[in-house]
């Protein structure tokens, strides 16, 4: 996933690196691969990483979409699908590049909830 993360085929890294995390979680989910660590809080970000560094117009959007989706998690399964700093400051970033300012703070203000 990292490797996606930083590949030369950058235009199709996001969507890749999602699919794959998308995969993991129905594997763990349907209990598909009993004793397979479910996605943590590294996977997440490195997802929301690959999305924030894309130049693909909704990609910000992508970011927060899974910030939500973590947070979600984070809900169900407890504290090692927890968006951190790091995540909250991924997405901000991947908003400020376009100078969204507006939905930067929106993101900001989850971060404080």
């Given at each position: 996933?990292?490797?996606?993360?930083?590949?030369?085929q950058?235009?199709?890294a996001p969507?890749?690196?999602?699919?794959?995390?998308?995969?993991?979680?129905?594997?763990?989910?349907?209990?598909?691969?009993?004793?397979?660590?479910?996605?943590?809080?590294?996977?997440?970000?490195?997802?929301?990483?690959?999305?924030?560094?894309?130049?693909?117009?909704?990609?910000?959007?992508?970011?927060?979409?899974?910030?939500?989706?973590?947070?979600?998690?984070?809900?169900?399964?407890?504290?090692?699908?927890?968006?951190?700093?790091?995540?909250?400051?991924?997405?901000?970033?991947?908003?400020?590049?376009?100078?969204?300012?507006?939905?930067?703070?929106?993101?900001?203000?989850?971060?404080?909830?």
């Amino acid at each position: 996933m990292d490797a996606w993360s930083h590949s030369s085929q950058e235009a199709e890294a996001p969507q890749r690196v999602e699919r794959l995390l998308r995969r993991m979680i129905e594997c763990y989910d349907s209990g598909e691969f009993p004793g397979m660590a479910a996605p943590n809080t590294v996977v997440y970000n490195i997802v929301i990483s690959t999305w924030s560094n894309s130049n693909d117009p909704i990609a910000p959007y992508r970011a927060l979409e899974i910030l939500k989706n973590m947070k979600a998690r984070a809900d169900k399964y407890g504290h090692d699908v927890q968006p951190d700093v790091i995540t909250y400051s991924t997405v901000m970033n991947a908003f400020g590049r376009r100078c969204l300012i507006k939905e930067m703070e929106q993101v900001f203000e989850m971060m404080l909830c």
